[in-house]
């Protein structure tokens, strides 16, 4: 029940594409949905957040959408760049941070 | 721009030894937390502090792994006797404060552990 479920496991998309990744879990605790980057070497950096309250949230070419009801939520990464080649994590967390839980990533790899 | 210090960065170090790991976390947050995170994985909680005190421990193998974060600031994460399983690496993170509403987490740049 604590588990976040991500996938895929790796994706490869063309310079411009559109990268989707899903996320679903189970604990209708849950209350803050971040996505984290994270670069070879490098600890993970937060991306963008969402809540529950909302259904999709924008900042510049990243986008969550989040479906309360179907306990999912997705990143799209619009106009993919080269520069956004990385692993991407979504993780899930109850009243602000407590037991923040991880997905197992996606590596995603944006070809020139 | 505040930081989470980790060091040391890299640790190789032989099967049965003791290992331990610092962090300092950014000035003002309550809350730190150490991952661990093996290669391909997600990063998995082992410990989460609220000041000086232990809110989260349920995945700390507590028979070799400790952690303490004394004075509420900085905190160190050991392990003894370290085994090659252990072979990760070991992410500190800390926040403003759980419950906050802010939920981000500010990640240092991690210890990697090899065990041979």
């Known amino acids: 029940q604590q588990q976040v479920k991500q996938s895929p496991q790796s994706l490869i998309v063309q310079k411009g594409g559109i990268s989707i990744i899903n996320c679903a879990y189970e604990n209708t605790a849950f209350d803050y949905f971040p996505w984290y980057q994270q670069f070879p070497g490098k600890g993970p950096a937060l991306l963008i957040a969402i809540r529950p309250d909302v259904s999709e949230k924008k900042e510049g070419r990243f986008t969550i959408s989040f479906n309360k009801s179907a306990k999912q939520f997705s990143l799209h990464i619009m106009d993919s760049q080269p520069g956004d080649s990385a692993t991407y994590f979504c993780?899930?967390?109850?009243?602000?941070?407590?037991?923040?839980?991880f997905g197992a990533g996606t590596r995603l790899f944006v070809k020139a | 721009e505040a930081e989470v210090a980790q060091s040391p960065r890299y640790k190789i170090t032989e099967k049965s030894q003791a290992v331990a790991f610092w962090c300092d976390p950014i000035?003002?947050?309550?809350?730190l937390y150490w991952y661990r995170q093996i290669l391909g994985q997600g990063p998995e909680l082992l410990v989460q502090?609220?000041?000086?005190?232990?809110?989260?421990d349920s995945q700390l193998p507590k028979d070799r792994f400790s952690a303490e974060r004394l004075k509420g600031v900085d905190s160190t994460l050991k392990i003894q006797p370290a085994e090659l399983g252990d072979s990760a690496m070991y992410l500190c993170a800390s926040s403003l404060l759980a419950g906050a509403n802010t939920g981000e987490l500010f990640f240092g740049e991690g210890s990697r552990l090899t065990v041979l």
């Open positions: 502090f609220q000041d000086e005190s232990v809110v989260d």
């Open positions: 000035s003002g947050h309550a809350t």
């Open positions: 993780a899930a967390s109850m009243s602000g941070g407590f037991k923040t839980i």
